[in-house]
């Protein structure tokens, strides 16, 4: 499994762009916010979902792992498969998406290419309950955005979305990530 790819961003194409890892071309998947956020030449990080399938074998990136995580969700529900999931988090941020399915705002989802009603209705039964409380009321407290590199940490850890941001709140944001996570962990053991 490939969990992150880093090197020169090549190509940007419509849905896909290639990263260059020592001279060879990933070609990974990603979200319309994430395309337009990437530039030619830069050196990136993606963390990635790797999709295999009997005919063929898919890269899907992501800027943080928060929309991974997210995507690994959204792919679980019955009708949505990798290229579905990643059209809804085309819709907005994760914690934008994230907090649509909490608030189980099925309409906001399917405006997402490829997702009816009834699917984005399916999605919102079936995950509201396990994205927690909308991310959205917690950027504002504690800073905590979906690229949040401390929140990453303590979601590689294995804490879900709403944990890592609960421990997260009382921590202050001017710290090094290092110090954050390790205040964040002290917190959650606190709890």
């Known amino acids: 499994m490939i969990a992150h790819i880093q090197g020169t961003l090549a190509e940007k194409f419509l849905v896909s762009v290639i990263i260059d890892v020592n001279g060879v071309g990933y070609e990974v998947q990603i979200t319309s916010q ?39 969700m959204l792919i679980t529900v019955q009708g949505i498969g990798p290229k579905a999931a990643l059209s809804i988090l085309s819709l907005g941020s994760a914690s934008e998406v994230q907090s649509a399915i909490s ?18 209705e399916r999605v919102v039964v079936d995950l509201s309950d396990k994205v927690g409380a909308p991310l959205v009321q917690h950027i504002g407290k504690t800073g905590s955005g979906s690229n949040d590199e401390a929140l990453d940490a303590l979601m590689a850890l294995g804490y879900s979305l709403s944990d890592g941001i609960s421990a997260l709140d009382n921590v202050d944001n001017n710290l090094p990530t290092s110090d954050r996570v390790t205040q964040a962990l002290k917190n959650a053991a606190r709890q």
Do not use: C, M, P, W
């Open 34 to 72: 994430d395309f337009d956020n990437l530039v030619i030449g830069e050196n990136i990080k993606l963390h990635t979902y790797h999709h295999i399938r009997e005919q063929s074998q898919e890269l899907f990136g992501f800027s943080s792992l928060a929309s991974k995580k997210l995507f690994e």
């Open 103 to 120: 608030r189980s705002d099925s309409s906001y989802l399917s405006g997402a290419t490829g997702v009816g009603k009834r699917t984005a």
